[in-house]
Each structure stands twice: as structure tokens, then as C-alpha cells.
């Protein structure tokens, strides 16, 4: 599949702070139209020092049948990260090589689900967001941590939830997917309502704390990194 929108990859500090003020406009909220048949994980693994532009990364994309949760189709990519750590703008060391593996796939999901934030960052604009606005999709973050504001622990029952406030705004929500483990941080993307997001990693999550398909996109991503052993590409090559 390929992304709807592209832009230009920033390399400093200053310029990408200018994309995400460029496309953050764009992000909608909205109801999903029909029950989604089928669910995408995205992951990816680095190699490295971990906060270079140099680092090795793997993508890794799993598409789910949302009803059984069976793999349909995967697809992986590697390359550099080409951009540095910075707090807010993550994303630019993910997407690059995350697209690339998404234009391997040989079908299209109904739903992206990130292992990361979407609202739930100091611009509003986290990488589900941003993959959501590229890719055309509806996409959502799964984290295991919230990355600001403030919530109530939520019940200890599987789907107990507690709402995530920043600035007077809800961002997230903290979601029991198991009775009495730790939850996870789901924050909306882009085309989908909080209430969407939640039900849908709920439904990816039948047996354990992650989603299957952050499980089965980490384990991918991992496996594509360790099977890399050609010096750093210039940039993202799928496979």
C-alpha cells in the first residue's frame, strides 16, 4: 500500500517542529464508519546507541484478521533512523523506515495500530497522529506508558479505564486489557474516537497485556533486525 500524503524528511530540529505544525490541522476525530475486518501492528526495533541519527532500525508491519486475529499478511523494512532522539519528535526517526514497510504489504488495512502516542503529546500531534495523516487511515497508539497529564488508576477488571487529562483536555486513556495487570495508554490517531480505539485494542487483546498486534510487530521488527547484517542503507529498503 502506499501513503496518500508525503512530504519531505526534515534534518533538523527547527524544520521538523515546522512539519508537525504543517499537518497537525489536519488530524480528524471521527467515528469508524464500518466494523474494521482487518487490524495492523507497526513496531520497530533499533540496533545502535540508541538516540543517534545512525542507529540501525527495523520496521515491521502485521496485518490481522480482526475477527480471529489470524496473520494475513507482513511486511518488514531496515535502515538508519536518520534523525536524533529529541523529546516531540520521535516520530521522525520511526516513520521513514515505517512507511517503507508499509508499501510492502500487499493489501490495505482498516485500522493502523501504533506502538506509541497520537494525541497524547505536547503538540498533539504523536506518531500515530502522524502516520494517520500520511497513510490516510485510521490509526491509533497503544503505549505502555502514559507520556503526560494525569489519570486515575482505573479498576482492576479487564476494560476498568480511566480518562488521561492535559490542559483541560482528555488525550488518552489508561485501559485494563487483563484483570489486574498494569494497563496500557491508548491515545487516538487520526479517523477514529478514543472510544473506537479502546474497543478495538481490547478486541486485539484476548489473552495478554499488549495487543497481538503490537506482540507479533515487535517480534517481526526484532527478528528483521537481527537478520540485518549488511552495513547501514542510506535509507529504508523493504522486504
Excluded at 19 to 43: N, Y
Excluded at 83 to 99: D, K, N, Q, T, W
Excluded at 181 to 187: A, H, M, N, Q, W
Amino acid at each position: 500500500m502506499d501513503p496518500q500524503r508525503e512530504h519531505d524528511w526534515p534534518s533538523t530540529e527547527q524544520q521538523a517542529y515546522l512539519v508537525q505544525q504543517e499537518l497537525r490541522p489536519l488530524v480528524r476525530a471521527a467515528p469508524l464508519t464500518a466494523p474494521p475486518r482487518t487490524l495492523a501492528g507497526l513496531d520497530v526495533a533499533y540496533g545502535g546507541s540508541h538516540g543517534s541519527a545512525d542507529d540501525r532500525v527495523a520496521a515491521a508491519v502485521v496485518v490481522l484478521d480482526a475477527d480471529t486475529l489470524e496473520v494475513l499478511d507482513s511486511a518488514t523494512a531496515v535502515g538508519t533512523a536518520g534523525f536524533p532522539y529529541i523529546p516531540g519528535l520521535f516520530a521522525f526517526r520511526e516513520l521513514p523506515v515505517l512507511i517503507a514497510a508499509l508499501r510492502g504489504l500487499r493489501t490495505t488495512p482498516d485500522v493502523l495500530l501504533c506502538d506509541g502516542q497520537g494525541l497524547a503529546h505536547p503538540r498533539r500531534f504523536g506518531l500515530a497522529c502522524h502516520l494517520g495523516v500520511l497513510a490516510g487511515l485510521p490509526t491509533l497508539g497503544v503505549a505502555k506508558t502514559p507520556l503526560l497529564g494525569s489519570w486515575d488508576e482505573p479498576g482492576p477488571a479487564r476494560g476498568d479505564s480511566s480518562d488521561v487529562n492535559d490542559g483541560g483536555e482528555v488525550v488518552a486513556r489508561v485501559l485494563r486489557t487483563q484483570h489486574g495487570v498494569k494497563p496500557v495508554t491508548v491515545s487516538t490517531g487520526h479517523l477514529i474516537t478514543l472510544d473506537d480505539a479502546c474497543a478495538l485494542v481490547l478486541r486485539a487483546s484476548p489473552h495478554y497485556r499488549l495487543p497481538e498486534t503490537t506482540r507479533l510487530s515487535d517480534r517481526l521488527s526484532r527478528t528483521a533486525l537481527a537478520a540485518a547484517a549488511s552495513p547501514a542503507d542510506a535509507g529504508p529498503a523493504a522486504t
